[in-house]
């Protein structure tokens, strides 16, 4: 290989790599052009002088890297316009800066060679200003412009969009170049007003908020970069206020307007709507943007009255409610949004009450006037007719609207009496129960709601009972009597002619469907024992078997039991004929000795009135 043209090649690589070190800039130009023209003569003339043809070349190369050495570490050439790297880029952009928006920042301020000058974050605060009207240096208004809120960048501004040739007194020199380490936090503009964005719509909403209105709701508030500053979560409580009248800031007060009950809003607002120029002297800053996130969860008025939906309504309905009534009814209990917190199905028995007299909310009151028996209506209440502002202090929050799913199981008043209603009548009655009487007879019973309580066709015997003896609740003798044997009866019983408070349930209207099946006339009132002929006038001597003057227990049974048995006289039906018969020993034995002589002994019509002879 020819010497001179390695070389040559040597000296080319070098210039190149030269250039390559030094970005591109032209410093094989800055070698001496005498020094140039001499090596190349040189190397022209190689064939005749090897030797100086490589020294030449030697020197060119050598003064090469001296000045590729100098080049490569020269101050940096001056920005032209300012450059933005971003360090960090939020997935979401919902707004970005425009000329006129008014922002609020974090920022490091340093030189190129990485000292601080400034910083926001020394200072404890953010740097608040409008963006566009030079209110900042040059570079910095037009590196604003476009950023979105949470994006990082970092800034570098030439001296003549930054401080120039002036520089900023002791803290910033002439010419230099800035470099800023910017996040932005905030972004509004003077004629922002409240954005809402609605994020969930319940299915129904009967209502809207109005202004005067007062609500309950839960929010989580952050300023515009998502930094927490309250929650009403975290203090496990609902935030209550009237909406419109000036009790709440002014952007929550616009952004509740036409709320549902259930519904979710994420709503914005500028600082002229918040807490203004100087926050709220703790977590929130001046001039910041602030983000409510709310769930409206109740909604009243002052002036609101109850408001009853009917569910279900009875076909027939001989008679609704009315004040001084007795109720017994199931409920179901719910706060507006739905939340539970009470029923009388968990506790397996109904609520029992008086209604019109202050046994029971006033809005309950109300609400149970006017129902049928079997009606199901859904009460809804505000607060001051329920539990006002201090709630129950556990389950029912204060000023909570309550509603009521309310099923009817009956109703009665004190002064109700036994309603009879007759099914069936034979086209034959011969006699009417009386008092007294012996019947028998099948029921089926059940409360006013349809629940069978008990039925003696189930047995498969009739029920038997003495008229006016007591042996069956007063509104059920009632309903016995002057009925025909085959005839059908409805009976409605309230429960103080039934079974009372004590009653299962208690205080329960019961429902009978009687069938008189056999009935067997009893005696006067007053008599378990009479005559069907005449008395004979020999009775004390008849009753004297052993003709000892006095007649023994044994001796009574058995002569009042040959008596019913051979038709001359007949004892009360439906009783014990023994027990009877001693009931009648005891009456004629006056001393008590356990005989009866002929002095004690007299008849029923020769004293007063005696169930006896």
Known sequence: MDPEVDVSAAAVCVCVCVCVVCMWRPLCFHVDTSERLHCAGAIRGAQNDPIQSKSCVLRMLFLSVL???????????????????????????????????????????????????DSSYDRGSTYNVFVGKKQLIEGMDKALVGMCVNERSLVKIPPHLAYGKRGYGDIIPADSILHFDVLLLDVWNPEDGVQINTYHTPSTCERKVEVSDYVRYHYNGTLLDG?????????????????????????????????????????????????????????????ASLVFDVVLLDLHNPRDGITVTNQVVPESCTRKSVSGDFVRYHYNGSLLDGTFFDSS??????????????YVIAGMDEGLIGVCVGEKRTITIPPHLAYGEEGTGSKIPGSAVLVFDVHIIDFHNPSDITEVKVTYMPEECGRQTKKGDFIKYHYNASLM???????????????????????????????????CVGEKRHLIIPPHLGYGERGVPGSAVLVFDIELIDMEEGLPEGYMFIWNDDVSPDLFAEMDKDENKQVEPS??????????????????????????????????????????????FKLKADEPAHDEL
């Open 449 to 483: 709601d349809g629940t069978s309580i008990d039925s003696t066709y189930n047995y498969g015997k009739t029920y038997n009972i003495v008229l006016g003896a007591n042996q069956v609740v007063p509104g059920m003798e009632e309903g016995l009597m002057e009925m």
């Open 227 to 287: 930094t927490l500053f309250d929650s009403s979560h975290t203090r496990m409580r609902t935030y209550d206020t009237y909406v419109g009248i000036g009790w709440l800031i002014a952007g929550m007060d616009q952004g509740l307007l036409g709320m549902c009950v259930g519904e979710r809003r994420i709503i914005t607002m500028p600082p002229s709507l918040g807490y203004g120029e100087n926050g709220d002297g703790s977590d929130i800053p001046g001039q």
């Open 345 to 358: 199905y968990s506790r397996n028995r109904t609520y029992d009450t008086y209604v019109g007299r202050g």
């Open 555 to 600: 001796e009574f049974t058995d002569y009042i039991m040959r008596q019913v048995t051979e038709g001359k006289g007949r004892l009360a039906p439906g009783f014990d004929p023994y027990r009877i018969i001693d009931n009648m020993f005891s009456n004629q034995d006056r001393n008590g000795d356990g005989k009866i002589t002929e002095a004690e």
């Open 67 to 117: 000045v590729a050495f100098a080049a490569c570490n020269a101050p940096p050439v001056p920005l032209d316009d300012i450059l933005i790297e971003k360090t960090f880029v939020p997935e979401q952009c919902v707004r970005a800066v425009k000329v006129g928006d008014y922002v609020r920042y974090h920022y490091i301020g340093t030189f190129p060679d990485g000292k601080k000058f």
